[in-house]
C-alpha cells in the first residue's frame, strides 16, 4: 500500500450534504454483502446515534446487499447513516474521518485498515482474524467479540466522546502503519527472491 497517497491529504469532505463540520464521522468501507456484516453495525449505530447528536456514519461502497441495508435503515430511522456508494476519493473521504470501522465476520488482510492506518485513524473492528494481525487492542484500535452489539456500541461511544483517546491512539497507528510501507515490503520480497534465485533454500519443487 502506498501510505503517502493518505497523508497530507486536503479535504472537503465535511461540506457535504448532510454531514458538517462538528460532525464526530465513523466510515466503514467495504462491500455489501454478508461477510462485511453491515447488519451488526446499523444494530450497534442505533444505540450510539440517539446518545451523540453529531456522530455520523458514512458507509462506502456497494453490493448485493446495499438495498436491503438501506431498507433496514429507514425502516428503523437510523439518523445520520450516510450511504455514499462506490467512490475513488477514499483518501479524501478517510482525511475527514475520526473512527475507521470494520465489522467482517472473516478478513484476509483487509484494506479498508490498512487505509485506516496509513490515514492515521483510530481503528475499530471485530476480533477475527486477518483483523487481529492489523489492530492491536487498545493500542491503535479495539477490537470487538464478533456479535457482540453492546460491546460495540460502547466502545463506539467511548471514542466519540474521547478526543484524547483519539490523540494518543494517532501515533500507535502511525507507527503500525509503517510497516505496511509500499517501499518496505517491495524490499523485502526482493530480498525473499534473491533468497530464491541464489539457491538460500535449496531446489525450489517441480510442478
Sequence with gaps: MDVK???????????????GNDAVIAACVGEFTPT?????????????AS????????????????GKTQEVVLKRSLPRVHFLGRRRDIPEILA?????????????????????MAA???????????????VKDCANGFLIPLGDVK??????????????????????????????LLERVLEE?????????KGGWGKLPRM
Excluded: C
Excluded at 12 to 19: A, I, M, N, S, Y
Excluded at 96 to 116: F, H, M, N, Q
Excluded at 120 to 134: F, K, Q, Y
Design 5 to 19: 497517497r493518505f497523508q497530507g491529504v486536503a479535504s472537503d469532505f465535511r461540506h457535504e450534504p448532510g454531514v
Design 36 to 48: 462485511k456484516n453491515h447488519a451488526f453495525l446499523l444494530s450497534a449505530w442505533e444505540k450510539v
Design 51 to 66: 446518545i451523540y447528536p453529531n456522530a455520523h456514519l458514512v458507509l462506502v461502497g456497494d453490493g448485493e446487499l446495499l
Design 96 to 116: 475527514a474521518t475520526d473512527i475507521v470501522v470494520l465489522v467482517s465476520g472473516r478478513e484476509g488482510l483487509p484494506l479498508a485498515l490498512l487505509e485506516g
Design 120 to 134: 492515521r485513524e483510530p481503528l475499530l473492528a471485530t476480533n477475527v482474524r486477518g483483523n487481529w494481525e492489523l
Design 151 to 180: 460491546a460495540l456500541s460502547r466502545t463506539l461511544a467511548r471514542i466519540i466522546a474521547s478526543t484524547e483517546l483519539h490523540r494518543k491512539m494517532w501515533k500507535k497507528v502511525r507507527r503500525k502503519a509503517r510497516a505496511h
Design 189 to 197: 520480497m526482493q530480498v525473499v527472491y534473491r533468497k530464491v534465485l
